[in-house]
């Protein structure tokens, strides 16, 4: 093998570095310091009582959400009933009346927010992962 190929070989190897190099960092849930960012929007699904059609009269359950790009991954503690997710694309926002207020005029656009994580365990939660919002 030539030098200007072993040379080619080596320059290639290295600009493809940095796509493998660092292993992902998953969030953690109960973190009260957890931030995300993402876009803004608003979403509704059905809610009571058969949470399945609001067109054959379920309620309207609204409320905002983060798109995530990239995707995050999120790990539980040990003896924690959290469920880990691999790729996270969706979080459900969990707000109080001052929050949506305040929230409001910016969806549509990437937000940044702090708070703590937890995973969906009722039929109110529409994501697999919440973040409550921290005030």
């Known amino acids: 093998m030539t030098r200007a190929a072993i040379a080619l070989a080596w320059l290639l190897a290295v600009q493809a570095a940095p796509a493998c190099a660092a292993p992902v960092q998953c969030l953690k849930y109960g973190v009260d310091t957890t931030v995300v960012a993402g876009k803004l929007h608003r979403a ?25 790009d990239p995707a995050i991954c999120t790990v539980s ?7 880990d997710f691999a790729s996270v ?3 459900q926002l969990v707000l109080n009346a001052a929050q949506y ?19 969906a365990f009722t039929g109110h939660h529409h994501a697999d992962v919440l973040l409550q919002v921290a005030k």
Not at 44 to 50: E, L
Not at 77 to 83: F, V
């Open 89 to 91: 694309r969706e979080i």
């Open 77 to 83: 503690g040990a003896g924690s009933n959290e469920t």
């Open 44 to 68: 509704t699904f059905p809610g009571r009582p058969n949470y399945e059609s609001v067109a054959d009269g379920d309620e309207p359950e609204t409320g905002y959400y983060l798109s995530l």
């Open 101 to 119: 207020a305040e929230l409001k005029p910016r969806l549509g656009t990437v937000v940044r927010l702090r708070g703590k994580l937890f995973s």
